[in-house]
């Protein structure tokens, strides 16, 4: 008599991974909508001017944050101690490859991303979902999402300000201390 093996259950896949590529789908149609809808008005070839224009519009602006976090990182190696100001360069950087990407929505979507009060939206938005994402009582493995984010709160902790104490390791005299040898004892860890 042979026993068959029962057949494994697929792993579930997250909220997130499930919506991801419907809401890519979405934004596609879209995109095209709204293109043939543009080009309807204006003409093709000025929606192709539109694009490309876009294009290089992206490229600049991506350039100008480059160089913007070039200087902050160039003025904080010369100063560590001075507090620099948020640059904003990873929101910049973002607006510019959607100005980049072909189409009208993206590049709607880049302006709300490079005015200030919308960026100002965009980035309390970004930082309830990395809350919400903290706080998540999920079992370790089953949102990538929550696990990248406690991981990079645990390597925060360990590290908040990135400082190194300068030091001297000092080891112990060589034999036993006294009568009961070398102390080798728990010690609790020195806190502030």
């Known amino acids: 008599m042979s026993q068959q093996a029962t057949p494994a259950r697929p792993a579930r ?13 979405a934004w596609l149609v879209l995109e095209i909508w709204l293109l043939t809808v543009v080009a309807g008005w204006i003409g093709w070839f000025l929606t192709l001017v539109l694009l490309v224009g876009g294009v290089f519009l992206g490229g600049t602006v991506i350039k100008r944050a480059g160089a913007r976090a070039f200087r902050a990182a160039v003025e904080l190696s010369k100063d560590p101690q001075s507090a620099q100001p948020q640059t904003g360069t990873s929101m910049t950087v973002l607006a510019g490859v959607l100005l980049m990407i072909p189409g009208f929505l993206s590049d709607l979507l880049a302006l709300t991303l490079l005015l200030p009060p919308t960026r100002a939206l965009w980035r309390a938005v970004g930082r309830r979902i990395t ?8 079992p370790v493995g089953a949102d990538r999402f929550a696990d990248a984010m406690r991981l990079q709160e645990q390597l925060r902790i360990h590290r908040p300000d990135g400082k190194v104490v300068q030091g001297e390791v000092v080891d112990p005299p060589a034999g036993p201390r006294g009568p009961a040898g070398p102390d080798t004892g728990y010690r609790p860890p020195i806190t502030p």
Do not use: H, N
């Open 13 to 25: 896949r997250g909220r997130l991974a499930r919506t991801v590529p419907l809401l890519v789908a």
């Open 131 to 138: 809350g919400s994402a903290l706080r998540s009582t999920s």
